[in-house]
């Protein structure tokens, strides 16, 4: 890979928070807008705007499974303003909106912590079901 573009993925790495026009990547790189666009969608196959957007997006749905972080602040965090744009450029990306998504994680989080503590127990669901019967016939 191109070293000037590997520096440019670095600092949109390192920086997800603010923006960072084309103009101020181009001469970071010592070359013009236009020739930085050109090498950067050869190299990455994607324009450095989408690239950065997806960068954001990864980082959020990252925040959001590992984190309690509420939806606002992890959008600070990656430095997107527009809640409904987030929403819906997240959805398109990973199938499911942030708040889907960390419901999701939440409960299979919940499912393997409750399988875990079952299994450490000795408990598997026929012996709960079983000893749920035999509680009905002992009086």
């Not at 939806?71 to 942030?98: A, Q, W």
């Amino acid at each position: 890979m191109d070293p000037r573009v590997r520096t440019i993925i670095t600092l949109m790495g390192n920086d997800l928070e603010h923006e960072m026009p084309l103009r101020q990547l181009a001469r970071t790189v010592n070359v013009s807008p236009s020739h930085l666009q050109r090498l950067f969608k050869a190299e990455v196959g994607m324009t450095t705007f989408r690239y950065m957007k997806l960068l954001r997006m990864e980082r959020a749905k990252y925040l959001l499974e590992s984190g309690f972080l509420s939806v606002k602040e992890i959008m600070n965090t990656v430095g997107i303003n527009n809640r409904s744009h987030f929403v819906k450029d997240f959805k398109k990306l990973y199938g499911r909106t942030p708040t889907q998504l960390r419901l999701r994680t939440l409960s299979d989080d919940l499912q393997s912590n409750h399988t875990q503590s079952s299994q450490a127990a000795g408990i598997c669901k026929s012996d709960t079901e079983s000893a749920d019967r035999t509680h009905l016939f002992s009086s």
